[in-house]
């Protein structure tokens, strides 16, 4: 009898395991894109799991527990996706914890879920992620940051190394960006376009750029799309380079607003009364 009833509960666990594997491609998944940056610290990667849990304020629920590849590189961006069968709606939390004796140190974390156009960022936190230090970090609505930069038409004013850009405004900072595209970026008088998504800095106040290496750069002009406003140098013709009389680092403050620059109240503050 004993061996009767075991063999009815083994059967009934495999028939359940076969039905799971059976509907899996059957059962609507919600999508999360991730994209989640390691700190430029010396040390700053792991090689060791990275777990991580979502969560939905708003409704209380979360996903599960799974493990982030990657951060294996200090300042390396990481993209990955997962894809849960509960919908957490929004996610305004995330939890990072790393599984061993090593630590991580993440500059910033980022998701969108499948059927929202937002982003939700944290700010740039550079913050230590271990084994005895689980973190929870708030995530905020990000908004598109559209950058186009302009190499002088000046002979030898292209480069082959990386532009890293920081935007200041008055109400906080982007993350540092390696400026970068598939193409074939700052050559003579080309104006190439980056998007990236970061939190709300409010008004732009200067826009800092860095030559991450020795080939000389040029720059014309840079200009910056943010919501409704669009920012731009006046022309610039900077070099950026290590030689002396030059810099690496530059920051521009000098900035015009071009465009919609009304603020929100605008209809209301010239409004009207046509009615007679």
């Given at each position: 009898l004993l061996y009767t009833i075991k063999f009815e509960k083994d059967m009934f666990y495999r028939s359940l395991v076969l039905a799971c594997l059976l509907l899996a491609p059957y059962i609507a998944g919600i999508r999360y894109d991730l994209v989640y940056v390691t700190s430029n610290k010396d040390g700053a990667?792991?090689?060791l799991e990275v777990w991580m849990r979502l969560l939905g304020v708003d409704t209380g629920l979360n996903t599960g527990v799974v493990t982030i590849p990657g951060h294996d590189e200090k300042g390396k961006v990481?993209?990955?996706n997962i894809e849960q069968a509960q919908d957490i709606g929004t996610p305004t939390m995330v939890w990072l914890k790393v599984e061993g004796v090593d630590a991580w140190w993440m500059a910033q974390f980022q998701v969108k879920k499948e059927g929202d156009d937002t982003w939700y960022t944290t700010e740039t936190v550079d913050?230590?992620?271990?084994?005895s230090q689980s973190i929870f970090c708030n995530l905020e609505p990000a908004i598109e940051y559209q950058v186009t930069t302009t190499t002088s038409t000046d002979e030898n004013a292209e480069t082959d190394h990386s532009v890293l850009l920081t935007l200041h405004g008055a109400e906080g900072s982007t993350r540092e960006r390696n400026l970068d595209t598939p193409e074939n970026d700052f050559l003579n008088g080309a104006r190439d376009?980056?998007?990236f998504y970061d939190i709300d800095i409010g008004a732009l106040e200067c826009i800092q750029v860095k030559l991450d290496g020795t080939d000389g750069w040029k720059v014309a002009q840079i200009e910056v799309v943010m919501g409704k406003k669009q920012y731009a140098t006046p022309s610039l013709e900077v070099f950026l380079d290590d030689e002396p009389d030059f810099s690496l680092d530059e920051k521009f403050c000098d900035l015009f607003v071009e465009g919609n620059s009304y603020d929100d109240n605008y209809c209301d503050t010239?409004?009207?009364d046509i009615s007679s």
């Open positions: 990667e792991t090689t990481d993209e990955h913050t230590r992620v271990a084994d376009t980056f998007t010239f409004r009207y």
